[in-house]
């Protein structure tokens, strides 16, 4: 039912930034906790960053706390992670998640989010 498009992956040095954005739609009038979530190669999903409906309360990994930031459109049912001081280990898939069933908590748990967008590649070069 509600579907997630993740865009601006891509190829950076080290050093650089780079801003994913995650579209959802399919769900009109709704409320969603959302996510970012990366798996780099050969390891498991792990949560980056997630907001609360209202953006009131946010969540940062300790590896991208200071250079990262989460933040939503909801009038355009967007997600945004800026991503500044890329380091090549921050190099993974990326992934969005919403979960509708919240209204204004942050969910980190990937095992809650039932909607997912195929992912796009950060690759940070050194």
């Known amino acids: 039912q509600v579907q997630l498009v993740e865009s601006g992956g891509g190829l950076v040095q080290a050093g650089g930034s780079l801003r994913l954005s995650c579209a959802a739609s399919?769900?009109?009038?709704?409320?969603?906790?959302m996510g970012w979530f990366r798996q780099p190669p050969g390891k498991e999903r792990e949560i980056v960053a997630a907001?609360?409906?209202?953006?009131?309360?946010?969540y940062y990994a300790d590896s991208v706390k200071g250079r990262f930031t989460i933040s939503r459109d909801n009038a355009k049912n967007t997600v945004f992670l800026q991503m500044n001081s890329l380091k090549p280990e921050d190099t993974a898939v990326y992934y969005c998640?919403?979960?509708?069933?919240?209204?204004?908590?942050?969910?980190?748990?990937?095992?809650?989010?039932?909607?997912w967008g195929q992912g796009t590649q950060v690759t940070v070069s050194s």
């Open positions: 399919g769900r009109s009038f709704s409320t969603y906790a």
């Open positions: 998640a919403a979960d509708p069933t919240v209204f204004n908590i942050v969910v980190t748990d990937r095992n809650q989010y039932p909607y």
């Open positions: 907001i609360s409906w209202y953006g009131s309360n946010t």
